[in-house]
């Protein structure tokens, strides 16, 4: 009786007990939650400092994005005339050429520039687009080599559409070799006014695109 009648008498230390035995638990049970979350953010912060890490130019990666600079001042009586393509980057208006391309650049009187790409088909024939090319003004950078071309009909060219970017990246001091592309990296060309253009300059050129993150591995090379 003893037994039971203590084991009666001490309900409330007995209530006592549990809620300080819940209390425990809740405080157990909120700092492993905490920690839990500590560990996953740790866990990722390591994973994304590694990623930054393995990702850079070293693995062909691009140089962050950056937007691309064009060549600046670019005097349009010289790179007028005559260049012969020398690799590209694949393109659907390019699809059906085989051979060799050019592009020639005719200055007209309201200062644009006539564009007339030329190339040689399966056939043995030629492929022919004539378009125009006009100056897109870069503010603080007078003579900027940023160029619209166009090859849709005149009566078109109110429409932004119609306006495809044309950059000069790369541009030798005796205009004898130029870098083209467009500022979202999908389009490259290398021109030279040499028919053929050394292996070492075009791999100076393609070495050159591919630190500015253009996909130079699809490269196809053309003046070859």
Known sequence: ??????????????????????ASIGTLATAFCVGGVLILLALATARATRTERVGGPADG???????????????????????????????????????????????????????????ILDDGSFDEAVGVARVAPVAGQPGAGRLEVRFAPEWLGWLPAVWGDYWILKLDRDYQVALVGTPDRKYLWVL????????????????????LGFDVDKVELTGR
Do not use: I
């Not at 009648?5 to 309900?11: I, K, V």
């Not at 994005?65 to 349009?76: K, M, S, Y």
């Not at 010289?78 to 590209?88: D, K, N, P, V």
């Open 1 to 22: 009786m003893p037994f039971r009648r203590h084991h009666h008498a001490s309900p409330s230390a007995a209530a006592f007990d549990d809620r300080a035995h819940s």
């Open 61 to 119: 990666a691009p140089l962050m994005r950056a937007p691309l600079q064009v060549v600046a001042p670019v005097d349009l009586q010289r790179y007028a005339g005559l260049w012969h393509e020398q690799a590209r980057l694949p393109n659907r208006f390019q699809k059906q050429c085989a051979g060799p391309a050019t592009a020639e650049y005719t200055l007209l009187g309201d200062g644009q520039m006539e564009v007339r790409n030329r190339c």
């Open 192 to 211: 030279s006014r040499a028919p053929r253009l050394d292996d070492a300059a075009l791999d100076a050129e393609l070495d050159y695109a591919r630190s």
